[in-house]
C-alpha cells in the first residue's frame, strides 16, 4: 500500500517563506512524478508544481519565481520551498505521486498567509 505522509504547513506572514515536503513509501513501482497542488476555499485544485524522472520541473503560473521544487530519489521525497508567500496562497496542498498509470493523494496539509 502506497503512503505519503507530507510535513511542513502552517501559517506565515506575508512575504515570508515555508517548506513543505512528502515521503512516500510502499511503493513497489519507480515513480515518474511527484508534485504538488493545492486547493483553497470555494476553488478547484490547481497544480503549484511537479518535478519529473529526469529532474524536469513544471510550475502554475502563480508560484513562479516564488516556488521551488525539488526532490531526493533515494529517499522518495519531494520538497517545495515557497517564498514571497501572498494571502492568496492560502490553501490546503497536497502532495502528488504518479507510478506509472497509478496516481497517489496524500492527506493535504494547510498553509495559511496572513496579510
Known amino acids: 500500500q502506497v503512503r505519503l505522509v507530507e510535513s511542513g504547513g502552517g501559517l506565515v506572514q506575508a512575504g515570508g517563506s515555508l517548506s513543505l515536503s512528502c515521503v512516500a513509501s510502499g511503493n513497489r513501482f519507480s515513480i515518474n512524478r511527484m508534485g504538488w497542488y493545492r486547493q483553497a476555499p470555494g476553488k478547484e485544485r490547481e497544480l503549484v508544481a511537479s518535478?519529473?524522472?529526469?529532474?524536469?520541473?513544471n510550475y502554475g503560473d502563480s508560484v513562479k519565481g516564488r516556488f521551488t521544487i525539488s526532490r531526493d530519489s533515494a529517499k522518495n521525497t519531494v520538497y517545495l520551498q515557497m517564498g514571497s508567500l501572498k494571502p492568496e496562497d492560502t490553501a490546503v496542498y497536497y502532495c502528488n505521486v504518479a507510478m506509472g498509470s497509478l496516481v497517489y493523494w496524500g492527506q493535504g496539509t494547510q498553509v495559511t498567509v496572513s496579510s
Open positions: 518535478i519529473f524522472s529526469g529532474d524536469s520541473t
